[in-house]
């Protein structure tokens, strides 16, 4: 399974992005995913994360602001990250769970400055 992030940027306190994880070699929707992030000098922490039926949960820091999705026709899962704060900022990963092996994205960085 390989996977591909995409969607980050600079976006100023309060603004949105989307991020995406295309994934190609197995169908995304038959393996738990998460988003994870990784601020500069900070371990790398579980932002959300859905069952392979579909169900979420997430950080407290992000709960109402962020919500994660997928598009089973199109192989992707989705981030969708609303009323951004500075405290946001950090390359954000994808993953999934394919038996007793995680498969990683490349990371997005995303910016929340003004």
């Known amino acids: 399974v390989q996977l591909q992030a995409s969607g980050g940027g600079l976006v100023q306190p309060g603004g949105s992005l989307r991020l995406s994880c295309a994934a190609s070699g197995g169908r995304i929707s038959a393996y738990p995913t998460a988003w994870y992030r990784q601020a500069p000098g900070q371990q790398r922490e579980l932002v959300a994360a859905?069952?392979?039926?579909?169900?979420?949960t997430y950080a407290d820091s992000v709960k109402g602001r962020f919500t994660m999705s997928r598009d089973i026709r199109k192989n992707t899962v989705y981030l969708q990250m609303n009323k951004l704060k500075p405290e946001d900022t950090a390359v954000y990963y994808c993953?999934?769970?394919?038996?007793?092996?995680?498969?990683w994205g490349q990371g997005t960085l995303v910016t929340v400055s003004s």
């Open positions: 859905a069952t392979g039926g579909g169900s979420t």
């Open positions: 993953n999934a769970v394919k038996g007793s092996v995680v498969y």
